[in-house]
């Protein structure tokens, strides 16, 4: 051809070079490319949503602000908070509601932190689980833990999946089970602070409180119907204020009157009135929907010496209490005092809404005054019963300045 011989060879065109037979010419501009392989099914391990899950409205808008599209969202979320508060429910909830944005799939596990087993999951068995769910034979998953979580990293680093870590004890139980993508969404659901993963992970923090009353009523209507509720609504309001709007004491009354449609709310809420200063009427007949066995899995975490403090508190019956009270209250120094109140409020067994006051559920006083009764002999109750009142007159002969020390044992 005139003018293609002068050209060098590496500038003939690739075409001119392909043989002529009809199957290796380029197929013409603008045809379709071959079909992708259809995707393989992903692990879908996500537990059930509950039916009749209500409330939660500003908790799910401001998760609903961290889902994938918002700015800079999260790869790790914490949901925290008391035995019984809800946690779980709005972690699966919320889960499944944004499944969709997550095509390669969900991971679920129950690390049993807290759990009637006493048997907390390890990261190695956790990871195994997730290992084998994302198809990797046994013979092929490493023994050390370390390795595993590598091997778990390098899986999800081009997968874009949702991991629900449920009911975790601690950070380092956590941490291990991260990927290492951003792309995945981690929900991680406890009632430790996990304050390392906050710090050092960057995850985002959401505490749950009691539910409104509004809430906790629609929580009711959801479960024994709007009709008894119209029927009754002083007994249906009691009833929710001596359950303190928590959703587990709630949903335990609630399976009582819907298993027994005879009996009035208000002897439902007689019962509660009857029982108050036990949780007698608060259990469902399981470990896992007995108010007190709930609560006692957060107990039995705690130290020796903050266990103790945790019982004295339930002999106070203000609505809150100083650091510088409960020491007095514990014979003990302030110093000692304080990190103890801090090993109680890691594990939402107390609260602290403002710095060095503390409050506890109506529910959880109860169980503290119960484990007293059982656990601390009368001379010692009336002894820091006498320690706190004089430190309480104190307070009022100095005009609030509280002393240095609390008072001698």
């Not at 051809?1 to 013409?28: F, I, K, Q, T």
């Not at 379709?32 to 039916?51: C, E, M, T, V, Y």
């Not at 091997?151 to 601690?170: E, I, T």
């Not at 005054?369 to 009142?389: F, K, N, Q, S």
Request: aromatic residues 4%; contains cysteine; hydrophobic residues 40%.
């Amino acid at each position: 051809m005139p003018g293609v011989s002068a050209m060098p060879a590496a500038h003939l065109s690739a075409e001119s070079a392909l043989p002529e037979h009809e199957g290796c010419r380029p197929e013409p501009t603008g045809a379709r490319p071959p079909a992708a392989p259809p995707r393989a099914p992903g692990p879908a391990q996500l537990p059930a949503d509950l039916p009749t899950f209500t409330g939660r409205e500003s908790e799910l808008r401001q998760v609903r602000a961290l889902a994938p599209g918002a700015v800079a969202p999260p790869s790790l979320m914490v949901i925290r908070g008391m035995a019984g508060i809800g946690k779980t429910a709005l972690a699966v909830h919320w889960a499944h509601r944004i499944a969709h944005l997550y095509p390669d799939g969900q991971l679920h596990i129950n690390l049993r932190g807290f759990d009637p087993t006493g048997v907390v999951v390890p990261p190695a068995e956790a990871l195994r689980g997730f290992l084998d769910g994302l198809g990797v034979a046994r013979d092929q998953i490493p023994g050390p833990v370390e390795a595993q979580s590598a091997l778990f990293r390098s899986l999800l680093a081009r997968r874009r999946m949702l991991l629900l870590l449920d009911n975790a004890r601690d950070t380092e139980q956590v941490r291990p089970l991260l990927p290492g993508s951003a792309d995945c969404l981690v929900i991680v659901t406890s009632r430790s602070q996990l304050t390392g993963l906050i710090a050092n992970e960057g995850a985002q923090p959401l505490t749950l409180n009691a539910l409104t009353t509004s809430e906790a009523y629609g929580f009711l209507e959801r479960r024994i119907g709007a009709a008894r509720l119209r029927a009754e609504p002083r007994a249906a309001y009691e009833i929710i204020a001596r359950c303190g709007r928590l959703p587990l004491a709630l949903a335990v009354v609630a399976a009582r009157a819907a298993t027994h449609p005879g009996f009035t709310l208000d002897t439902v809420a007689r019962e509660l009135r009857e029982s108050q200063g036990n949780l007698d009427a608060l259990s469902g007949g399981d470990a896992t929907t007995d108010l007190r066995t709930v609560f006692s899995w957060s107990y039995q975490s705690l130290s020796a010496p903050a266990a103790r403090l945790f019982r004295l508190l339930g002999l106070h019956s203000g609505p809150d209490i100083t650091a510088h009270a409960a020491a007095a209250l514990a014979g003990l120094p302030f110093r000692e005092t304080r990190r103890l109140l801090s090993e109680i409020t890691w594990v939402h067994l107390l609260n602290e809404p403002a710095p060095g006051r503390y409050t506890l559920h109506d529910l959880l006083r109860v169980y503290a005054a119960e484990r007293a009764a059982v656990e601390e002999p009368p001379r010692e109750r009336d002894r820091a019963a006498e320690r706190l009142l004089r430190w309480y007159q104190h307070l009022g002969e100095t005009g609030g300045k509280a002393p240095p020390m609390p008072p001698s044992v």
